[in-house]
């Protein structure tokens, strides 16, 4: 029986951290710690660091290098599932290595395991491959309530929905109908551009909850383009961004 902790940290600031999440963190056997190769979007050293400020010295800490998933290819679906299969393999092999009797495993995830990460899935693919699990999810704060915190917005309007989607699906697909306000995540690049800017404003943050934290808000029509520029420059300073947005129809 393996235990399995999923620990949100929040969006790279250490102060996000909850008491519950430095307690899961401790009562820990492994904690897994994922590399992308030499990427520096990988934040494996923010990683390092809540690890080395939180943990006792009886947790034991592995590293190991996350697969790669294939991109340019039109069945986006099968190369994640395929993509999720890998880092699942991978974590058995892992658990078998450094608890071949059982205990607690716990993995730190970005903003919250339940919001656009795929760790819970990935867990559940452990069942085929032998392994039997319990699983925890510790909640964390997300970019979303980062996003909101640090424009001081309210994210819903009095009345009105709210839509969480993907810059991917905003390209492809515009705007959703019956939707007032968008969250728009997992971006790739700058995808309001592919909608009609007019009465829509726009807030905007990357780097959120860290040092080098930058927003920018306005409407659509005038900031679309200081947001892009912006966005560029960070990533070419930093070699690599997170950022989030959320639209609003005025």
Known sequence: MIDISLIGIGTGNPDHLTAEAV????????????????????????????CAAMLSPSVHVVEFDLPVRASGT????????????????IWAEQ???????GGRL?????????LYDSSLRIVERLSS??????VRVVPGITSIQALTAAHALSL???GAPITITTGRLLRTHGWPDHADTLVVMLDEGCAFEAIP???????????????QQVLVEGPLSKVGQTIKAVRADSRAR?????????????
């Open 129 to 134: 491959i032998g392994m039997t699990t319990k």
């Open 23 to 50: 307690k899961a963190m401790n009562a820990a056997n492994l904690i897994l710690l994922p590399r992308k190769g030499d990427a520096k979007s990988d934040l494996i050293d923010l990683r390092r660091d809540i």
């Open 238 to 250: 930093h070699g690599w961004i997170m950022d989030i947005y959320i639209l609003r129809r005025r």
């Open 95 to 101: 658990i078998r290595r450094h608890l071949p009797t």
């Open 197 to 211: 800017p007019d009465g829509i404003h726009i807030w905007w943050g990357a780097y959120l909850g860290m040092a």
């Open 74 to 89: 039109p069945d986006y679906l099968n190369a994640v599932a395929a993509w999720h299969d890998a880092i699942a393999h």
């Open 106 to 114: 716990a993995l730190l995830i970005w903003g919250d395991p339940s």
């Open 156 to 158: 819903n309007q009095l």
